[in-house]
């Protein structure tokens, strides 16, 4: 069984920086795409950045310059980096893994995280 967890949220100023991490424990074997998503209070869930199993990296226009993606494969971990956090960054972020093979499941699945709300408030 392939679970994700999510952690680094919380209650940050504007301006401020915080990390994002989601780690995938079970028989995971590969993981092709990893990414992070955020839906904010009466809005749909939309893409904020992603990044392939060869390191390269797509973000939302809104963040760019901002935050920073980037995966451990050893750890199956990815993370957010955000600085320069601003009142409209507040959301529920979750992470995404495409493609996921377990030793039992050579299929790649996709797989989500339960979800981390973030908060940048003074």
């Known amino acids: 069984q392939v679970q994700l967890v999510e952690s680094g949220g919380g209650l940050v100023q504007p301006g401020g920086s915080l990390r994002l991490s989601c780690a995938a424990s079970g028989s995971i074997f590969s993981i092709n795409g990893m990414g992070w998503y955020r839906q904010a209070a009466g809005m749909q869930r939309d893409l904020v950045a992603n990044i392939n199993i060869g390191g390269s990296a797509n973000y939302a226009d809104s963040v760019k310059g901002r935050f920073t993606i980037s995966r451990d494969n050893a750890k199956n971990t990815v993370y957010l980096q955000m600085n320069s956090l601003k009142p409209e960054d507040t959301a529920v972020y979750y992470c995404?893994?495409?493609?996921?093979?377990?030793?039992?499941?050579?299929?790649?699945?996709?797989?989500w995280g339960n979800g981390i709300l973030v908060t940048v408030s003074s």
């Open positions: 995404k893994y495409e493609g996921l093979k377990t030793t039992y499941v050579k299929k790649g699945v996709n797989y």
